[in-house]
């Protein structure tokens, strides 16, 4: 699919965004509707006071569609709004949906940054890809995000621990309930400003031995909206149980620790941080990556191996895992206080106090994701 790949013609469009040229026909340019009723500067600055955290959406959203033969068209900003949908489109049958989440900064100088957006847009393709669904070239992916970024500056809080989360998604939308690959798509960016994921203490989280999350050959490693709605059930009953997340474990042998619902999971046993390898039933979370890499080059080991829950348990309880952790976009490194299954619990430290590693890692990562620290990497992206 990506060989029949072209933007719009660009007499179409108004506005153009990005420091590319709107000359060169490789980069993605976007026309602007302006929302004829935005929110009141006033209900704004109320709504973003507490903005919790998915609920509060921009006066934008940004959209680029698909069709077969044609490629990618119609780039556009436009007011954030219903979207219109046959009752027939592919997505509501089949579930063509793959979705990524990442968030834009205010720096301390007020200038708005993301990080790594080119991860996500390169995870973003490789869903496409296992999706069957047409691949999103990297740059109109990220191109988007900034045209909606642009649009709606004023949306990206500066208070402690406040950001703009991004929830790009695609959908398919062609009108037929045959099985196949759709031949049209809809790829979509909406924002909402967003506070801290989790409060500042520790998570408990539930060991589910009912439910899996992936199995080899099937979707654990992309973001498609099957594999959430699949992880329901077990986030009920880690509820049920009292704790706050679900972790789940291999589906072959019910043996080995994968991850949570939402996010990848560290534990840490002295100068080493232990976590389970990517291998096509776990996200490869941006998050985890960047923690793995700042911690080598703190001189921290990582070890990416299969890691038994029975071994976790032990080591816990032994004191050699002294600290666990969760890590995602959403709440950066959540530290894990318990560890419950049916069978008993296991505890990382004192249970309730986040560990000294989990949060100096955190800081370090907070600091580079909202330009405070020192970008050797080159992982800062700069919008405005
Ligand atoms: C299942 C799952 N694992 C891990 C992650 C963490 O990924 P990232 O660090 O890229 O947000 C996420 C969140 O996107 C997720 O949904």
């Given at each position: 699919?990506?060989?029949?790949?072209?933007?719009?013609?660009r007499?179409?469009?108004?506005?153009?965004?990005?420091?590319?040229?709107?000359?060169?026909?490789?980069?993605?340019?976007?026309?602007?509707?302006?929302?004829?009723?935005?929110?009141?500067?006033?209900?704004?600055?109320?709504?973003?006071?507490?903005?919790?955290?998915?609920?509060?959406f921009?006066?934008?959203?940004?959209?680029?569609?698909?069709?077969?033969?044609?490629?990618?068209?119609?780039?556009?900003?436009?007011?954030?709004?219903p979207?219109?949908?046959?009752?027939?489109?592919?997505?509501?049958?089949?579930?063509?949906?793959?979705?990524?989440?990442?968030?834009?900064?205010?720096?301390?100088?007020g200038?708005?940054?993301?990080?790594?957006?080119?991860?996500?847009?390169?995870?973003?393709?490789?869903?496409?890809?296992r999706?069957?669904?047409?691949?999103?070239?990297e740059?109109?992916?990220?191109?988007?995000?900034?045209?909606?970024?642009?649009?709606?500056?004023?949306?990206?809080?500066?208070?402690?621990?406040?950001?703009?989360?991004?929830?790009p998604?695609?959908?398919?939308?062609?009108?037929?309930?045959?099985?196949?690959?759709a031949?049209?798509?809809?790829?979509?960016?909406?924002?909402c400003?967003?506070?801290?994921y989790?409060?500042?203490?520790?998570?408990?989280?539930?060991?589910?031995?009912?439910?899996?999350?992936?199995?080899?050959?099937?979707?654990g490693a992309?973001?498609?909206?099957?594999?959430?709605?699949?992880?329901?059930q077990a986030?009920?009953?880690?509820?049920?149980?009292?704790?706050?997340?679900?972790l789940?474990?291999?589906?072959?042998?019910?043996?080995?620790?994968?991850?949570?619902?939402?996010?990848n999971?560290?534990?840490?046993?002295?100068?080493?941080l232990?976590?389970?390898?990517?291998?096509?039933?776990?996200?490869?979370?941006?998050?985890?990556?960047?923690?793995?890499?700042?911690?080598?080059a703190?001189?921290?080991?990582?070890?990416?191996?299969?890691?038994?829950?029975?071994?976790?348990?032990?080591?816990?309880?032994?004191?050699?895992?002294?600290?666990?952790?969760?890590?995602?976009?959403?709440a950066?490194?959540?530290?894990?206080?318990?560890?419950?299954?049916?069978?008993?619990?296991?505890?990382?430290?004192?249970?309730?106090?986040?560990?000294?590693?989990?949060?100096?890692?955190?800081?370090?990562l907070?600091?580079?994701?909202?330009?405070?620290?020192?970008?050797?990497?080159?992982?800062?992206?700069?919008?405005?």
């Amino acid at each position: 699919m990506a060989g029949c790949l072209r933007y719009a013609a660009r007499p179409k469009f108004t506005t153009y965004y990005g420091c590319m040229s709107p000359m060169d026909s490789t980069t993605p340019s976007f026309s602007f509707t302006p929302n004829p009723a935005p929110v009141s500067p006033e209900r704004r600055a109320e709504l973003m006071a507490n903005p919790g955290f998915g609920r509060v959406f921009t006066d934008h959203m940004a959209t680029v569609s698909y069709t077969e033969g044609r490629g990618w068209h119609d780039a556009k900003v436009v007011p954030y709004g219903p979207l219109s949908l046959d009752p027939a489109s592919s997505v509501l049958h089949y579930a063509q949906e793959i979705f990524e989440g990442l968030k834009a900064y205010r720096t301390p100088e007020g200038s708005v940054v993301m990080f790594r957006p080119d991860a996500n847009a390169r995870r973003f393709r490789d869903s496409a890809a296992r999706m069957a669904m047409a691949e999103l070239p990297e740059e109109l992916f990220v191109g988007a995000i900034e045209a909606l970024v642009r649009a709606d500056r004023d949306w990206v809080p500066s208070g402690e621990g406040q950001s703009l989360y991004l929830r790009p998604f695609m959908i398919s939308n062609d009108v037929f309930l045959g099985v196949k690959p759709a031949s049209e798509y809809l790829f979509c960016v909406i924002a909402c400003p967003v506070g801290a994921y989790f409060g500042g203490g520790c998570v408990s989280v539930w060991v589910s031995e009912t439910y899996t999350r992936a199995a080899p050959g099937g979707t654990g490693a992309v973001k498609c909206g099957g594999n959430y709605a699949a992880s329901l059930q077990a986030q009920a009953e880690s509820k049920r149980e009292g704790c706050d997340q679900v972790l789940f474990l291999d589906s072959r042998e019910q043996r080995y620790v994968e991850e949570m619902g939402g996010m990848n999971v560290v534990f840490v046993d002295g100068d080493t941080l232990v976590t389970p390898p990517l291998g096509g039933t776990i996200l490869p979370g941006i998050t985890r990556d960047t923690l793995l890499m700042l911690a080598r080059a703190r001189g921290l080991k990582v070890e990416e191996r299969p890691l038994p829950i029975d071994e976790v348990f032990e080591k816990a309880a032994s004191g050699q895992f002294s600290e666990a952790f969760a890590c995602g976009t959403a709440a950066v490194i959540s530290p894990i206080g318990k560890l419950r299954r049916p069978t008993g619990e296991a505890v990382f430290g004192d249970g309730v106090t986040p560990g000294a590693l989990s949060l100096s890692l955190k800081d370090e990562l907070v600091g580079l994701q909202t330009g405070r620290g020192n970008d050797a990497n080159g992982w800062v992206h700069r919008i405005l």
